[in-house]
């Protein structure tokens, strides 16, 4: 390229790279918007050197001013590459949402139902009459049987004798039950199977209805 027709081109490109230096070294000249304008520049450089290259005489030296024009394209497009800043890191991905623990009631529906627990449904307390023995009967028996021979004689005193010894059983028998009669605390428990079953305490055990209970052995104690 004749030294004539390399001062237009070179003045170009020196007032094309110290504009692109300035642009980038503004506070709010963004770097890709940036980056294509410089490329631009380069490219228009390159168009107008490709025609002063016509302006040769020879075909040997219109191709080695081609070739010149390419290189300083080439050239200033790596200088604008150089100057971009570098690209941001990609943001980090979110983290991942932890799976919630799965509720208690979740682990606790798979477990066997205890079938030998219920609530208390009624409590109520009695009075039990005490069970007779045969020594009651008898000793009745034998009260009554004097008490009816002390009555009239012969056939009559008979019958008054035996008569007695019966009427005298059934009172010992009576005497017993009242002299053993006792208080009785009842407690009906609802279980989870709808059935039903009655426990009786000689004391007091201190259920209330509504109270959650477990059988133990013949008995039922606090769940």
């Not at 790279?17 to 506070?27: F, K, S, V």
């Not at 449904?121 to 009459?129: D, E, F, G, R």
Request: net charge positive.
């Amino acid at each position: 390229m004749k030294p004539s027709k390399l001062i237009p081109a070179i003045t170009l490109a020196t007032a094309a790279i110290a504009g692109n230096a300035w642009a980038l070294t503004g506070p709010s000249a963004p770097a890709k918007p940036q980056l294509v304008a410089d490329n631009k520049a380069a490219l228009a450089r390159y168009e107008s050197d490709k025609k002063l290259c016509n302006d040769e005489t020879s075909s040997s030296a219109r191709l080695q001013c081609r070739r010149d024009a390419k290189a300083e394209y080439d050239q200033a497009v790596a200088a604008a590459k150089s100057k971009a800043p570098a690209a941001p890191p990609p943001a980090p991905a979110p983290p991942s949402a932890t799976p919630a623990p799965a509720p208690a009631t979740a682990a606790s529906a798979s477990e066997p139902a205890c079938t030998e627990c219920g609530r208390v449904m009624a409590v109520s307390v009695t009075q039990k009459a005490g069970d007779y023995s045969a020594a009651g009967v008898l000793a009745g028996g034998a009260i009554g049987a004097v008490l009816g021979n002390q009555v009239g004689g012969g056939l009559g005193k008979d019958l008054a004798t035996i008569a007695g010894a019966v009427g005298g059983a059934y009172a010992g028998r009576v005497i017993e039950e009242k002299m053993k009669t006792h208080t009785v605390w009842n407690v009906t428990v609802h279980y989870a199977n709808d059935s039903k079953t009655n426990f009786e305490f000689t004391a007091d055990p201190g259920f209330q209805v509504g109270d959650r209970v477990k059988n133990s052995g013949n008995t039922i104690v606090r769940q």
